[in-house]
């Protein structure tokens, strides 16, 4: 039974960008599925676009989308049933200028990153859009997000708990595991950017190396990239950017992936090591605390001594090695983005509920809404601890003891 909600996602990439990320990946899931589903779906991004099996339209470029994407969504979208902005940092503000339904997807809340990616008058105009402007905007509407520690970013910038929404992350299952490196093989893999810290293993490496020996592969590309290499010492490979292939081939090869961001949504990498049994090495920090169960498919860690103290003891500790390993692999595979698609179409349908109250849905969407009503389509999902959570509570994860 087709649904037949057209769906908006307005978010800064589409998966085509050579910068995108985990977000982008999680748009994409969420469009596809709902595509199959019956929904039309269309994405508004800037930057360069892909071909999809849903409708892509470029509003801009990196910056000037951000006042471009309001008069492209009036030319072409405006009678769709319901808005996703897609607020990773700078928000579009879409409630300022349409009446259509909205929910703000939030995949972390950037605090400190604005002051280590941008000057500070930037930096300062940044944090206070993003602290105090986006949450009033968006004051009357629902939150989404994938983790338990955005969900309490939200709360810390304001945002109702009762109009919090979280839904689980998906990963891809893979190809069968490619083979384990015989020698100690290490890898960091992601977008080489100030804020992930690739420095950092740089200089740890130092020390670690004379532990463990073997190799520190740093694959991905980014701004940091040559000032990276240059900093670079013995047995340390740059592969830059690698296809999907080589990828799983990295992946699954690696004794630990490597993960010394400050700060993440919820580190998809990690779950696409766990599904190839690679367990991580991260920081106690927001979105980590979430991917990784500290001392069970991972270590987390406080400070840079303990962070190599973690890569050392757990490189030359097989034992241990081998069952985070099987454990992250064991919780990954319980993520299925069709119970991330499962949980976002729940959220929709309370959104539209919710602006039927008010006013704001068409009548083709209350026609589709009372067939799907009359089908059962509407009843509730049930879903484990990883699977869709309609409103969580209580505090977040706790720092490794």
């Known amino acids: 039974m087709s649904s037949g909600r057209h769906i908006v996602f307005i978010a800064w990439r589409d998966l085509a960008n050579k910068d995108a990320g985990g977000s982008e990946l999680l748009v994409d899931r969420l469009a596809r599925g709902l595509t199959e589903r019956g929904d039309r779906v269309t994405l508004l991004c800037g930057g360069a676009v892909g071909e999809r099996t849903y ?63 941008f000057p500070a008058p930037v930096a300062a105009l940044g944090r206070l859009t993003e602290s105090a402007v986006m949450p009033w905007v968006h004051r009357d509407n629902l939150f989404l997000t994938v983790s338990a520690s955005t969900f309490a970013g939200l709360r810390e910038i304001g945002v109702d708990t009762e109009r919090i929404r979280l839904i689980c992350n998906g990963v891809e299952p893979g190809p069968p595991p490619a083979p384990r490196s015989p020698e100690p093989l290490f890898l960091a893999l992601g977008r080489l950017a100030g804020y992930k810290r690739t420095d950092l293993l740089l200089r740890l490496w130092d020390r670690v190396r004379h532990v463990t020996g073997g190799r520190l592969v740093i694959a991905g590309d980014g701004p940091e990239r040559e000032r990276l290499e240059a900093q670079a010492g013995p047995g340390v490979e740059f592969t830059g950017r690698v296809s999907e292939e080589e990828k799983h081939r990295l992946l699954s090869a690696a004794w630990l992936l490597l993960h010394p961001a400050s700060i993440e949504g919820w580190g998809i990498v990690v779950a696409e090591a766990a599904v190839r049994g690679t367990p991580a090495v991260g920081f106690s920090v927001p979105g980590l605390r979430d991917s990784v169960v500290h001392n069970e498919t991972g270590l987390l860690v406080r400070t840079e001594g303990e962070f190599a103290s973690a890569w050392a003891s757990l490189a030359i500790d097989d034992r241990k090695r081998h069952a985070m390993g099987r454990a992250a692999r064991e919780r990954a595979m319980q993520l299925h983005w069709s119970a991330a698609v499962d949980g976002f179409s729940l959220v929709a349908d309370e959104a539209l509920a919710r602006a039927r109250v008010a006013g704001q849905v068409s009548a083709s969407q209350v026609r589709a809404s009372q067939v799907r009503a009359e089908a059962g389509a509407d009843e509730p999902v049930v879903a484990d601890a990883v699977g869709y959570l309609a409103q969580p509570s209580g505090p977040a994860p706790s720092e490794p003891a």
Not at 70 to 96: K, Q, S, T, W
């Open 55 to 117: 409708e892509v339209r470029r509003s801009g470029g990196t910056y000037t989308q951000f006042a471009r994407a309001p008069f492209a969504f009036r030319r072409h979208l405006r009678d769709c049933d319901l808005i996703v902005e897609v607020c990773n940092g700078m928000p579009y503000l879409a409630p300022l200028w349409t009446k259509r339904p909205v929910v703000c997807l939030v995949n972390h809340v950037h605090t400190e990153l604005w002051r280590l990616r």
